[in-house]
């Protein structure tokens, strides 16, 4: 049947299972939005306040389903508008295509109006981009896009439309939906490589990373530090693979981790890694990480190994592959006095912050959170403190059920995320986390909610200052606050009634769970709840950058 490009477009994104698409028409588009216009009943488009939002919505969608997101910009500004989404979904290894459209193919290269060379400027963030030249090229060009987002090592990549392609018109031959069948050739040898270290460690902990998420392979690290008796800390990327509540959980390992988690590494005598990649934010200083160790890597990209720190031993395969089949190759083990000494540092170690009713501290507003939220609520968080004591106070015991921007640390990314994974489960509770930083980036995203009456509640940690880069500015620059308090005067209760929505403002515990409660049962749009907290609180316990467990700061 031949169609234009347009209509090959949203054929082949159907085809590749695409029910949503969050976006932003403009002129170069102009043909696809006529062709999603006439297929609406196939692919609902959602309309964002701005394109980053749209980038940030499909990564959110992607994170909550584990499915490829997608979004859609005009040429220009709009394209451009997209970057900072793509980079935040690349860093954390999420699978998403955006497509966006072009100047004519006879106008590029003449610095026409609304011309970039958006391919060129995506290149370090994407796994790969392509320019379509020919209509011809059009549908197999979407479907290598969807197949190179999925496999392997996940990750965003571009399609760029010229406007012409949109309209041209060749033969359309209908394809499959790309399937991802990969396996990696894990040997024998290795195996029981692996095997026999885990057998002769004495201090074994494993460190697992959002590897593990992404090929959903927490039932079999489970299994393993079950039957081999290995507690296991793992990075924000991986909150809920395992419920901290499992008693082999040691929590959040790192800058910010427990304490007892960066003390099990610090002794360890193997550390085992799956699905991580020894960023700056867990080895802090990567000449003294685990320096008694030995270290055996699992990753599936092989550019990871050996990047950041030498191992002693690497796998290159998936988490799940991997696991399942190292599983039968380990014999049952146990390590009472490791985990006899672990938990003395749980007991002594770990940070306990205080309880104070009368107002709102970090610690004790999640808590009230979670015990109102339930374990089926989604999270989404953006960046800063809130992010990190989300973080580690989280009670997420489900996979893809907290979602944040770890590598790239964008602020303004939980708004967007949040609508993504409402969209993907509209019956869900989803929870944005943010602070009154951040929330300024994005907040125009609030009237997309109230359009499409999204139930998301926000909590606003309002502390009137840049948190984050406050504290560090108290802790290694003196107190010199250089432009981090913000002296804001934004009513956040007004801002929400102005776009639509509702808001409300605590103080205190006692209203902060009045609050949510109304917001609860408030399911026909979006709830702010303004928390006003002091701008002294940190994030404790810290290791600074470059430090070691030696240099940390728990008061």
């Known amino acids: 049947m031949v169609k234009n490009g347009s209509e090959i477009l949203v054929e082949a994104l159907v085809e590749q299972g695409v029910d949503?698409?969050?976006?932003?028409?403009?002129?170069?588009?102009?043909?696809?939005?006529?062709?999603?216009?006439?297929?609406?009943?196939?692919?609902?488009?959602?309309?964002?306040?701005?394109?980053?939002?749209?980038?940030?919505?499909?990564?959110?969608?992607?994170?909550?389903?584990?499915?490829?997101?997608?979004?859609?910009?005009?040429?220009?500004?709009?394209?451009?508008?997209?970057?900072?989404?793509?980079?935040?979904?690349?860093?954390?290894?999420?699978?998403?295509?955006a497509i966006t459209g072009n100047v004519g193919t006879s106008l590029i290269g003449r610095d026409s109006f609304q011309e970039v060379y958006i391919a060129g400027i995506t290149m370090p963030i994407t796994k790969h981009n392509f320019v379509v030249r020919h209509v011809e090229?059009?549908?197999?060009?979407?479907?290598?896009?969807?197949?190179?987002?999925?496999?392997?090592?996940?990750?965003?990549?571009?399609?760029?439309?010229?406007?012409?392609?949109t309209a041209a018109e060749c033969e359309y031959i209908p394809g499959e939906k790309v399937e991802i069948h990969e396996t990696y050739d894990v040997t024998e040898e290795q195996l029981k490589t692996v095997a026999a270290m885990i057998a002769q460690a004495e201090r074994p902990v494993i460190y697992y990373g959002g590897g593990v998420e992404t090929a959903d392979a927490g039932a079999a690290l489970l299994e393993l530090m079950r039957k081999a008796d290995i507690p296991s800390a793992h990075t924000m990327m991986a909150i809920g693979c395992i419920p901290d509540t499992e008693p082999l959980s040691l929590g959040l390992v790192g800058m910010h981790g427990t304490v007892s988690a960066d003390w099990a590494v610090e002794r360890s005598d193997l550390l085992l890694c799956i699905g991580a990649r020894f960023s700056d934010r867990v080895a802090t200083n990567t000449s003294r990480f685990a320096p008694r160790a030995k270290l055996v890597h699992i990753d599936i990209d092989a550019a990871e190994i050996n990047k950041n720190i030498g191992v002693d031993y690497s796998v290159v395969s998936d988490a799940e592959n991997f696991l399942t089949k190292l599983l039968p190759y380990v014999q049952p083990a146990g390590h009472d006095q490791w985990r006899a000494q672990i938990a003395?540092?749980?007991?002594?170690?770990?940070?306990?912050?205080?309880?104070?009713?009368?107002?709102?501290?970090?610690?004790?507003?999640?808590?009230?959170?979670?015990?109102?939220?339930?374990?089926?609520?989604?999270?989404a968080t953006d960046v800063g403190q809130h992010q990190l004591w989300s973080a580690q106070y989280n009670r997420c015991t489900r996979v893809r059920h907290f979602l944040t921007s770890g590598g790239l640390g964008t602020m303004g990314f939980g708004y967007g995320a949040a609508m993504g994974a409402q969209f993907a489960f509209p019956d869900k509770t989803v929870i944005h986390i943010t602070g009154d930083g951040s929330f300024h980036m994005n907040l125009n995203e609030l009237c997309t909610a109230v359009t499409y009456e999204l139930p998301i509640i926000t909590i606003i940690m309002n502390?009137?200052?840049?948190?984050?880069?406050?504290?560090?500015?108290?802790?290694?620059?003196?107190?010199?606050y250089s432009q981090t308090d913000l002296y804001r005067k934004t009513d956040y209760i007004k801002l929400a009634e102005a776009f639509g929505g509702r808001g409300y403002r605590a103080t205190n515990i006692a209203e902060l769970r009045a609050a949510l409660k109304a917001a609860l049962?408030?399911?026909?749009?979006?709830?702010?709840?303004?928390?006003?907290?002091?701008?002294?609180?940190?994030?404790?316990?810290?290791?600074?950058?470059?430090?070691?467990?030696?240099?940390l700061v728990a008061d």
């Open 521 to 551: 049962e408030h399911r026909s749009g979006p709830v702010l709840i303004e928390c006003t907290i002091d701008k002294d609180e940190r994030v404790l316990p810290m290791i600074p950058a470059g430090g070691t467990i030696d240099d």
């Open 137 to 165: 090229e059009l549908a197999d060009t979407i479907r290598s896009a969807f197949r190179i987002a999925a496999s392997g090592r996940p990750g965003p990549v571009l399609v760029d439309i010229p406007k012409d392609v």
């Open 463 to 480: 502390n009137n200052v840049l948190g984050n880069v406050r504290q560090w500015q108290t802790m290694f620059y003196e107190k010199r």
């Open 20 to 97: 949503t698409i969050f976006g932003y028409p403009g002129g170069s588009v102009l043909n696809i939005y006529d062709a999603l216009y006439k297929n609406s009943d196939r692919i609902r488009h959602i309309l964002t306040a701005h394109e980053q939002g749209a980038a940030h919505a499909a990564d959110g969608y992607a994170r909550a389903t584990g499915r490829v997101g997608v979004c859609l910009a005009t040429s220009g500004p709009g394209a451009t508008n997209l970057v900072t989404g793509i980079a935040t979904a690349y860093m954390d290894s999420i699978p998403m295509v």
């Open 344 to 379: 003395e540092w749980q007991r002594t170690l770990d940070y306990v912050p205080k309880d104070d009713d009368s107002v709102i501290h970090p610690h004790q507003l999640l808590r009230t959170l979670y015990d109102m939220i339930g374990d089926d609520a989604i999270v």
